[in-house]
């Protein structure tokens, strides 16, 4: 008989379309995810929530690019305030600018499908975009606009400090890593960002993979690879 953790990872696998995969890595172990949470800003020292609450004012105001005219609101980011893992994806849409958060409606469902299957909730990591405001019809954000950008979410990184960056999408991971590979060149290994070497895994945006199903299984390898290089969780 299954125990109960493999029946709820069986059952969360079932989710991501994924039925016949049985977990074999360091978060096999690991308990079950929190509830999101919004960043908790407490378990920083103080100079770093102040550099954090002046990034997001900033962010907040920003008209670095021609996308502030279109936009609601800008959408900085959201989870722990000391993630081991930070999610980098694209950029918001209709959704995530209406709500102000990233990975939200049917392709955020999918995500945190995913991070439920490595044991984590959105609260346990950070969810952050490589532009901050959403590109009208949903087109891809120009180089110029995503330049303009780069600087905040590098701000984000450095004050957050994590120990693996998974980029999801292909602008995700070009941009972040100052290629133009396809995801299906980048992904299946470990990659190192910026002069600290960070371990960055490159996989499928949850968009993507809500489109082609079959490569669920590829995006599963992804996050294994990632749990093989820094645990998810503390032990
Ligand atoms: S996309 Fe980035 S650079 Fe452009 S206005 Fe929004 S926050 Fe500023």
Known sequence: MMPASATRRAMILHEMGLETW????PADSVAAPAPAVEVVADSLAPAIVADWERLRVAVRDCQGCELHRTRTQTVFGVGHSAPRWVIVGEAPGAEEDRQGEPFVGAAGK???EMLRAVGLGRGDVFIANVIKCRPPE??????????????HLQAQLDLLAPRLILAVGRIAAQSL???NEPVGRLRGRAHAFGPAGIPLVVTYHPAYLLRSPAEKRRAWDDLRLACRLVAPRAS
Do not use: V, Y
């Open 110 to 112: 999918l995500l945190n």
């Open 177 to 179: 890593l100052g290629q």
């Open 22 to 25: 049985r977990l074999r890595t």
């Open 138 to 151: 949903n087109r891809n954000p120009t180089p110029a606009e995503i330049g303009a950008c780069a600087g």
